[in-house]
């Protein structure tokens, strides 16, 4: 497995300003991602992070909105761009690597983020 | 109709109890399994990951996939009261990068 850690934790933003989350991996992967956990909701995927070039976003997301940065195989960075109320969520970095079961994704603590 | 399909709860059982947790899945390129356990205000914690169809044991925990009927179950013996927590299936199909997730099952087990 890998330890993955994400700053902030949890932060209160106001309306129209912008956040960077920031996730650390304990170890060099291939694969990161970006999920967003909105309240009550199930986890749906943002972005692949990519290495070296820009992320790969899935339908409804835009890189206006969420850009992504990843400098190198152990970091990465998600920006929540001009935060609106609709924004609160929990994002969360999962890192894809090799086990004994084969290829598994696992996941950050998450950084909870209100917008008022 | 959504992809994956999983009962919210919640689930009350009590100590000791058998607790059976299920998914339902329309797409049927999904070929790994996955379940994680998610605490309140937590990351989801990956429990059992599964290819194909059939069974796979871990401790108390047991996985179990249906491919010809797209249903999967995650199966809790023994139940605890640190078993408290939402349990979300996952799954993917080809590479196994995009993960589809069920929205949860809030579980409570009561001493």
């Known amino acids: 497995s890998a330890v993955i850690s994400q700053k902030p934790s949890r932060d209160i933003c106001q309306r129209g300003t912008s956040l960077t989350i920031q996730c650390q991996v304990d170890s060099q992967v291939t694969m990161m991602f970006w999920y967003r956990q909105q309240p009550g909701q199930s986890l749906t995927l943002i972005a692949t992070a990519n290495q070296g070039s820009e992320a790969t976003y899935e339908s409804g997301f835009v890189i206006d909105k969420f850009p992504i940065s990843r400098p190198n195989l152990t970091f990465s960075t998600l920006t929540v761009s001009n935060m609106s109320p609709e924004d609160s969520s929990i994002y969360l970095c999962s890192v894809k690597t090799p086990s004994v079961s084969g290829n598994t994704i696992y996941f950050g603590e998450g950084s909870w983020l209100t917008v008022v | 109709q959504k992809e994956v399909e999983q009962d919210p709860g919640p689930l009350s059982v009590p100590e000791g109890a058998i607790v059976s947790l299920n998914c339902t899945y329309s797409?049927?390129?999904?070929?790994?399994f996955m379940w994680y356990r998610q605490y309140s205000r937590k990351g989801p914690e990956l429990l059992m990951y599964?290819?194909?169809?059939g069974n796979k044991e871990d401790g108390r925990f047991t996985a179990q996939v249906d491919k010809s009927s797209k249903y999967i179950s995650l199966f809790i013996r023994d139940s605890q009261p640190s078993d408290s927590a939402t349990y979300l299936c996952?799954?993917?199909?080809?590479?196994?990068?995009?993960?589809?997730f069920g929205t949860g099952t809030q579980l409570k087990v009561e001493l």
């Open positions: 797409n049927s390129a999904f070929q790994y």
């Open positions: 996952a799954m993917s199909a080809g590479g196994g990068n995009k993960l589809t």
């Open positions: 599964t290819y194909s169809s």
